[in-house]
């Protein structure tokens, strides 16, 4: 018996650099429109001030956290957590309705792969231009188109490296340090760390990001059904496929509307064709859409060949009006009820949070000791956060337990966004702790912000114990 050849098997198949066509239409105007916004508000949120500091800021080094008029402290995590879980929940529900809208329109993967293709079309031209340029030879045409593209490409990347760093460092004061080239290390290792990120994940990468990196792209199915709307071939519609004469009705002719002229699989990003189903490489951006109802209208055919609908409606025939009803069903309702619950909370949280935080811990290097008189003394340091961007006076009282008083200073003034421990010493009489008997007691703080004319504006009340020693 003879022994078989050996043979390589690659665990990496490498597939060919997909060029897509550009496209224009509703769908298009859509997602250039949200790459607008988005991007106006992602450059533009560091450049504006508010209170004399920037709008948006993650000031790391002081542990504080400034969005607008807002002042959040590493001990407010439970907003960060309240949002992660709004923006889970939000996934779930547009997912569910219709698909995966966010990576078609929203995702950063999508909005710079866009910005990036528009560069690279300024500089090579359209597909064609593109694939002839790809298997032209070095020439000096070649070289500029090349370079100028990859330097442009570099500098939006890097800007937007720097953008980032914007948020937890002051936009002026980074500028100011690039133009003396006197950036941190910290600030000059993000900068390029992030820089280099957007320029190959949108520029070399592109859908392979979006293919084989991102996790949305496996678990989306677990989130589809039937009725989830979704970018749609309709095969009874279009097949047989042909091409014949415009204006000519396709159905004397025995074939269906698509003149299979691939328009859709050269404008899709991913380079696949929505022609043969759903298929996770999808990432919902519509451009198959624009391109079929354009040639629909040549043609002189309705639109619609390609467009959003479900896989019900699909083969069920079902209105427009009937797959939104359906739509409607009690996934999607829950899915809603639940967010909008969370949004309710959320929002009530931050408006009933109090300007101010105040922790009460007893000073561990001052134990509970008898004073003058037969006093008892306990010692407390309490730490007093203020959550506004002005100064502040505060009273401290103690509640709870008679006899007792403060014998330190009640009244403390905390300038803006800071915080500061105070000690406070409590006293008790003596016939006061001989009555409570030896061992520890509860005890209550009140701790109040005061108004100019030294009204309580809010309270906040700390628990603790005091120490009558045997």
Request: proline fraction near 5%; charged fraction near 20%; aromatic fraction near 12%.
């Amino acid at each position: 018996m003879s022994a078989r050849p050996e043979a390589t098997v690659s665990l990496y198949v490498s597939e060919a650099k997909i060029q897509p066509r550009a496209v224009h239409g509703w769908f298009a105007a859509w997602r250039w429109g949200i790459v607008w916004l988005t991007q106006l508000v992602f450059y533009g949120l560091p450049w504006i001030t508010w209170n004399g500091r920037p709008a948006l800021l993650f000031d790391l080094a002081a542990r504080r956290f400034y969005i607008f008029g807002l002042v959040l402290y590493p001990q407010d995590f439970i907003y960060l957590a309240g949002l992660l879980i709004l923006s889970a929940y939000g996934l779930f529900l547009f997912t569910a309705v219709a698909g995966r809208l966010w990576c078609g329109y929203a995702c950063p993967q999508t909005v710079y792969t866009e910005i990036f293709m528009w560069v690279e079309h300024r500089f090579e031209g359209d597909r064609n231009a593109r694939l002839k340029l790809d298997k032209s030879g070095w020439t000096f045409d070649k070289v500029w188109r090349r370079g100028g593209k990859h330097v442009a490409w570099l500098a939006i990347a890097l800007w937007t490296g720097f953008t980032f760093v914007a948020y937890f460092t002051p936009a002026r004061d980074l500028m100011r340090e690039a133009a003396a080239l006197a950036l941190g290390p910290w600030e000059t290792v993000w900068i390029a760390f992030y820089g280099l990120a957007t320029y190959g994940n949108a520029g070399w990468m592109r859908e392979q990001v979006c293919k084989y990196m991102c996790p949305y792209a496996r678990f989306q199915s677990a989130m589809f059904d039937k009725d989830t709307l979704v970018i749609s071939y309709d095969a009874a519609r279009g097949e047989p496929r042909g091409s014949r004469p415009r204006g000519t009705d396709p159905r004397t002719l025995g074939k269906g509307d698509c003149v299979d002229c691939t328009l859709c699989v050269q404008v899709c990003p991913t380079g696949i064709d929505i022609r043969k189903g759903l298929q996770y490489e999808c990432i919902g951006c519509a451009a198959c859409i624009d391109a079929c109802d354009q040639v629909m209208d040549k043609m002189r055919s309705p639109r619609g060949l390609i467009r959003y609908a479900t896989q019900n409606g699909m083969a069920n025939g079902w209105t427009r009006a009937q797959v939104w009803k359906r739509m409607l069903r009690p996934r999607v309702l829950v899915y809603s009820g639940v967010m909008l619950l969370i949004i309710a909370a959320f929002a009530a949280s931050l408006m009933l949070r109090k300007p101010f935080r105040a922790d009460v811990v007893r000073d561990r290097g001052a134990l509970a000791r008898i004073v003058h008189d037969g006093y008892v003394e306990n010692v407390y340091r309490v730490q007093l956060m203020n959550a506004t961007e002005s100064r502040q006076r505060y009273r401290i009282a103690i509640e709870g337990m008679a006899g007792a008083r403060i014998e330190s200073s009640t009244d403390f003034s905390i300038p803006s966004t800071e915080s500061r421990w105070v000690p406070v010493d409590v006293v008790l009489s003596h016939e006061a702790a001989a009555a409570l008997g030896p061992g520890p007691h509860p005890l209550r703080f009140r701790i109040s912000l005061l108004a100019a004319d030294g009204t309580t504006r809010a309270e906040i009340h700390e628990k603790s114990t005091f120490v009558v020693p045997r």
